[in-house]
């Protein structure tokens, strides 16, 4: 009875070393990196030291993926120095373009503005730092398991079509408000539980006050119309300077207002439950 006793308290001490063991190997990113405030991100994002670099085979402009840590966190972030501006661009689907710009002060001035309208859940955190002696975006790195191109070429449907549809739905209205001429399949990224992440915004905020297609646009989360309502000129201004030009700005506030205009007059001839959720 007490050699039984004796085995019986040696495998309880072994379970629980054997726990032990288990919790301290679980990588510092896995266990706190869930947990961080957007602040947090930031701070990270800007001093955590780079420990390794590669080029990414995604994008036209070839970003660079950055391994950074500072001691505790080891975490992933995308690095975008493009700054190209031209007065024409011979496009690679044969258009032309005037006044072409494609600048990582884009993806910053997206983020700050989707802050604004209560989508930065859905939007990595964006800050502006130098390495390799270049000056660029560095976005914190989202884990997916595919991107929208790869999606549908596997033909995969979504668990919750509705619910990916809302997703989809407000990302049309954003994309129209800050004007992205690119918002191509693998700017879209996708996660095991289905969310999809908006990255990428080097070739939005264009001048043209006009919307790209309003009939692209027959929903939108209820959420996000009151937040386009009440976005205010120079709190915009404020969290975008000096990523935007005044120019830049005054466009995404007239395209605000048509997207505004667009929606109310969607209720008034279908009403709030056909067109808000």
Sequence with gaps: MRNRRTWISFVAVLCLASACWLHAQVPASQSSESTLTE???????LRAEVTASRRSSVGITSPWILTLSDGTLTHDALFQPVNERQATKQLADGRTELNFVDSYKYNIAAYELAKLLGMSDVIPVYVEREWDRKIGSLSWWVTVKMDEGKRLQQKLQPPNPD??????????????????????????????????????????FRLSRDLQSAKDLPMCGRELLAKLKALNRE???????????????????????????????????????????
């Design 39 to 45: 602040e947090q991100i930031k701070e990270f994002l």
């Design 235 to 277: 709190e915009a201004l404020a969290r975008t300077r000096p990523h935007l030009t005044n120019g830049e700005l005054n466009a995404i506030m007239v395209r605000r207002d048509k997207l505004v205009a667009h929606f109310e007059q969607l209720i008034a001839r279908q009403g709030e439950a056909a067109v808000l959720f």
């Design 163 to 204: 619910a990916w549809n809302k997703q989809m739905f407000n990302f049309r209205v954003f994309n129209q408000l800050v004007r992205d001429t690119d918002p191509n399949l693998t700017n879209y990224l996708i996660t095991e539980d289905w969310k999809i992440w908006r990255v990428d915004f080097g070739r939005a």
